[in-house]
């Protein structure tokens, strides 16, 4: 909309000038934890690029924490010879040949999580020591911070150490953020870095609760870990305004593949993280990836909500309980969330114990609009809206099991496929501008005009629908041009 | 009472000498959001001329934010010149020269919410400028902050280096703070400011729960916004006695004619904000505005609570829950104020899902006073009380329409019109002296003598009955003078 | 117990010498707010004196605000002329020439509650200026305190000025804090101060919730006032370890005589204040005082428990929500509390809606005892112990009415009067090991020996059984002896 | 796991090099408080090597507040002369040749909790005159600590100032933080101590709420005190994952022998504090120990569980409320542990008012491998697994008294008593290697293999069954290997 079109400031639209869609790529924590070495991440890598993940997007290959030996009688650290036997440098200029990216990890602590040395008071020599190897992002966690936290400024301040430290280097590092949302970084973090962690780690259960992870909304006086994926997610719900192109709420990493959960909870996880701008980073083991779980990663349509360059997150319009599992959890919701092009999309998400009949009408969609001021009836509710299942065009098994084989064709530039595309070849947003039938899933019906028509879908229990719709007709223009 | 009447400190009644009644105006953003420019702020202060919304007192023009293009080469912010291409004392020389006055907008940090540049830093640099401009007000928000918040000491800090650089201007701005009840402003803000807004962001809804407003009381741990006006006036609770002549609780702007709520909750919403000596920026397109909600926005008989020297607030004395409509929500609530005049205001306000037969006992209106020590049963118990309906007369939609078309009466000094009111020429003060009867609405019962005597109404659903009531003979002075 | 009979560092037992046992007077703020003057003053204290006030050891005479009229050219504080026309130090000498002490009171900040000057920033001025006054007291408010709050550090800091000033005049000046609990004083203001509020200002009624009011415990984000003394009692729950000779938890002043409450009411306040040492002021006209209040002021036994010098308060070992009255609360509760002379109290608090048969077992008395180590059976267990009904020989109305007639018997050290007791001529330690009956009550029965062995009693709706138990042979020591 | 086992950094396994395992002993204070001397420190080391329980690995003798008579004209400490007549540094130097260590008290305030002087401000001075007596371990508590508390840095950098003055005097002393979790210790305090305690203090309850402690959950803003041993144990679910080698999570002294709880209570307090790596400080008269209780503190096979060089803590991994008894409390539990050698822990834990048969599933134990990411099913859930009654071996009364009355046959090294054990002579991780009898208890059945084989028993009323299970085959190598 306007308020972000007119920003005229330059570099407003992100502190350091990167991420201005949510980062993707692959983080080895949540399968590996400290399992480490150049070979898995230099495999992984080449995997990526095999599979079409890099064209997807997902281009950022993260080495996470136990990567080091301490430090040098200079006070560089200094990488494990043993599982980096090349050097880190090597392992950037591999990477970068293949066209990913490098990650790096610290803590913004006096140790890492993993009781590795910590960048506190180290900030510009690890900053330096990583811009010489050529790194291109740093994952800063928060463990070991000798108390300094407590409050947003004690908080802002370590960071921002480091911010300054990267962006002397002069090279361009994402800067991610990893302090679980503590101190609420949503309040602040977004002039010093391209993405933050909103709430506790992640574990792979759809809605289980664990007693490591107290808290169940924001903001949380303890963060813990072993948070659920419907945990997280609603934890989004009031902050998900503060998510802006380059600066994004972090829900942590992708959980899909790694077995804890059923393929439709996996596709709720997948669909939510993407449509609230989260970054993208697979975390499970690519090399035995499931034809089934590439099939999910792979999503065009889904991606390309994620990659939307309105940078905005999604809007929990309603919430019941409903019949709850043996977790003793059970909700519907929906969310709904604009895009840039003039789209909206909805997800009818069923987190209960049943499959259910869901439905929307027009008017919880554009609800927004309908109190946004200025009082004319929204236009919107006046539209014909064409109804896309993003899910519908999902790969078969079969497909996706002849890209793992390396029997499936090359994908490039206008594909015509429905169900694989290449944004390395043609962006997204050319994408979509060309209606390219790989990022619009399948038309299932149509919903307006009227505030009260409805769309309604039979949603399988812990599963959710995600639909995107657009204006029947050509006659109404998106709102920026209103 | 007492207690405000003997203060004999200088400048004591406000920290600044200004507004020792609540700022009156209108603010583009609720309606407009970034779509702002000359003509939008002019033509509006002239509708508000022609439509007596001046001489009712509502006499600043808020420009919010997306006014600037950033920083020169001094630091000094330019205004865009493609929206303002008269320049920033012009508008302010013409609002000036209506008897308009003109309010800007920033905030106290490196960004505005809209991401132009922020004052943080530049807070001299920024009053000197509006002073040079003429500007008499101004909205101070809280983006983008840098962490400089968390406990009272970082915010006062923070927002007391503006107020502090407004005074050195020399010229009177009021200054007007916009940070959402974040640590407290109503413990400290009154030193160093004229209002300060007590909770998130309001959006046009009566009081549907919205998951990014996630507090439902005061003290908040995370104001969030798309607060119900239901939310908002719940969260005023606790804090009500912090309003004083000169520094006063923001409840946001007003939402009424903004298309989200019925009739009778904009009715709802002006009432409770008047009584809560709320600040009252009209937040509509004044352009467009309907006959019916000129009405609102026009009640004399409720403006001259807002308006009324005592600058205190309402109190509410009891709450039921009753009745739930389809948001869930659903209560009943007593609220009641004393005036300047030793009137009493009360509201019956039905916010359930049903009309109800409401009462009040005498008892419940004087309960402060009959738990207010000294042992001597309270004056008022014994007397008998008009009650008069301050929505009785309210205008017409004839007539309000006639005002809009410009073919009604001009309304002066000494006027006796039951429905209009011209504060300009005589004030509200003056007015309640004088009886005038567009200030008292229209008798309807009396209450009292005794502490269980009771006045009833039929009150319908989402709707309040607001009364003022006078002592039925001259027996009794005012509680000043006993 | 040893735990403080045993230590000896000079002056441990309070930060400046003073208080050891709560302070007890008068405060004009709860009967008459603003409208102070010198002859209400003196007239009060004159009343006291005759009452027998002073001698049950009501001494303290405590200005309240709204007695200067600002700040002269050199920055001393002015009282007002009108109101004090022979001036302050004419005060405080007529007090000290009958036995009573001056109080006097500021606020740590630029205004007082009711907007006269504050003393943050002139703290040694203020301080000197009431010591040349010999002022012999101080109660140091919490408004507008410039957001020198927020944290324990914060508020600390701020009277900790103040109370080094105080000591810096070389004049003995009690000091009590009234942070309303804000920032947690139990813990901090010890080392500092001789008591402090714990809870938001008390209101007459027993135990109405108020909106303005929002905490129902402690810890509480947001004090406000407006607090009932039930509200204010379960408050004190968690922190009754907090007080200790020479620094008290204050739970505000005394609302008997104000017409808020019932008889009963009025008892139980007066009975669970007095358990829990808070500082006890007598709140309401003094010179207006009727017989059946006057008889609960004057109530030996009670103000004996008050005076203690163990100087700790009451534990309540159990609480059950029973019959909600009109206000929705209903609660019964057993307190107890271990006196210096090896006797135990205890309260049977009857706060639901209808009379009820109470008792306790000789267990809960004990509880402490029988959880507190080195295991061997509590002797308190097998002994048998006499209940003394501590209202049992509250004065009739007649005999009160004699008093205030001044037509009653003057009491003098050694009376053996069962309703009255002359504490300046016999303390009320001395008085206790003399088994003076003016401070038992009335023996009602015996209890234990035995874990299980009950006491029961009818208690009325909205009252309270205060009961002081004492070994029934002399075989028993007490624990300091063991 | 890999993780703690590739840390190289020097000393990063303690910030101090001490404390491994946490540290077991005995403090006065539960049993004592202030009754403390010389003699009963002697005494009761002297029956601790008598009764076996300093080869168990009880070792450190802490002496508890009120030792001082306070400062000398330099500002050192001086010991009361009554209660140390040989003065501290015979104490120690007799302590040490019994193989026993010296404790001491202080706390981060200017008084102890019982008002003798504290090391705040003295810290330096304090550290050097304790390692000039040879002391080994200070026990520091948080009271009258000035308003130095209030966020995390507050706390930190005063506990910090001690750290470093105990290190500087190069004596190595265990440093034991006692804040009551105050400000989230377990967030900070591991680079500085070698234990904190994480909520208020202990009473001897197994479940019986007091409003004296009034959080159930951490984190807690008002830790408070007499918190039941369950209130404590549920606090530790959100942070069990920061004990590690070197820094406890400090559940408080035990409570085993003070009479407060039944046999089958004190074996739950005594089975949770052991699993979850608590530090184990016999809190009672170990002259007059019960045989039961004796039994109950010497159990080699929970000792094992809590000296096991993980250094980690027990996870709750469900948690039901059922019939509860007469203090409201119910709960049905199961915590799990993994250990050092492969083997799992868990526990049925009953504190329900009925006796239940309680089942766990192989799933539920391994419930964080099934969940841990790259996916491959856990292979802990295909094997068989035996299951270990810790508590079958428990010493019978009339061995326990044997050894009381010195008729005991003595434990060395290899010894094969099925209920004693002497890791003095031999590591209980020796022990465990060796498959000692006395360290396994006995087998009561199998679980496995399969997620949803399940493995019940009947748990008495506030009573635990504890287990641990071990691979039935030699197929399956521990974690680590793989």
Not at 461 to 468: D, E, P, Q, T, V
Request: glycine content about 8%; some cysteine; charged content about 15%.
């Amino acid at each position: 909309d306007n308020k972000t079109g007119e920003v005229i400031i330059p570099g407003a639209s992100s502190y350091n000038g990167l991420n201005l869609v949510p980062q993707m790529g692959w983080d080895n924590w949540n399968a590996f934890q400290c399992n480490v070495n150049e070979s898995l991440l230099l495999n992984t890598a080449r995997a990526m690029v095999d599979y079409g993940l890099r064209d997807l997007g997902y281009n950022y290959i993260v080495l996470d924490d136990c990567w080091s030996i301490g430090r040098n009688s200079t006070g560089y650290l200094v990488a494990n010879p043993e599982k980096f036997p090349s050097g880190m440098k090597h392992v950037a200029d591999t990477l970068h040949s293949m066209g990913m990216k490098f990650g790096m990890y610290s803590s913004a602590g006096v140790y890492t999580c993993g009781k590795y040395p910590g960048s506190l008071g180290y900030e510009q020599k690890d900053a330096d020591l990583w811009a010489s190897w050529d790194v291109d992002y740093l994952k800063y966690d928060n463990c070991y911070n000798q108390g300094q936290s407590g409050n947003a400024m004690l908080s802002f301040n370590r960071y921002d150490v480091m911010s300054k430290a990267l962006n002397k280097t002069g090279r361009p590092i994402l800067y991610s953020l990893c302090n679980w949302g503590d101190d609420n970084p949503f309040d602040w973090a977004y002039t010093i870095s391209n993405s933050w962690r909103m709430s506790g780690d992640v574990y792979d259960s759809f809605n289980r609760p664990d007693s490591r992870c107290p808290c169940t909304e924001t903001p949380c006086a303890w963060p813990g870990y072993h948070c659920s994926i419907m945990n997280i997610l609603n934890k989004m719900t009031p902050i998900t305004s503060r998510s802006q192109p380059g600066a994004f709420n972090d829900m942590d990493m992708l959980e899909v593949g790694n077995g804890g959960q059923s393929d439709s909870e996996y596709v709720v996880h997948f669909s939510m993280w993407a449509i609230n701008s989260s970054p993208l980073l697979i975390g499970t083991n690519v090399l035995t990836l499931s034809p089934a779980n590439l099939a999910i990663y792979s999503n065009p349509a889904v991606l390309a909500l994620n990659q939307d360059p309105s940078g905005s997150a999604a809007v929990r319009k309603w919430q019941y309980f409903v019949n709850p599992d043996e977790t003793g959890e059970g909700e519907i919701a929906l969310w709904t969330r604009s895009m840039d092009n003039g789209d909206q999309v909805f997800a009818l998400l069923n987190a209960g114990n049943l499959s259910m009949m869901m439905n929307t009408t027009l008017y919880d969609i554009f609800l927004d609009d309908a109190t946004a001021g200025a009082y004319q009836a929204p236009p919107e509710l006046s539209e014909s809206w064409d109804v896309y299942d993003l899910w519908a065009n999902r790969m078969s098994d079969e497909e996706a099991g002849s890209i793992i084989n390396g029997t499936a064709p090359t994908i490039g530039a206008n594909s015509n496929s429905t169900t694989r595309y290449n944004a390395t070849a043609t962006s997204y947003a050319d994408g979509l501008m060309n209606n390219n039938t790989a990022l619009y899933g399948s038309k299932v019906g149509t919903i307006g005009p009227g505030s009260q028509s409805r769309f309604s879908a039979m949603i399988d229990r812990h599963s959710a629908g995600l639909y995107r719709i657009r204006q029947a007709s050509s006659t109404m223009r998106k709102r920026d041009e209103l």
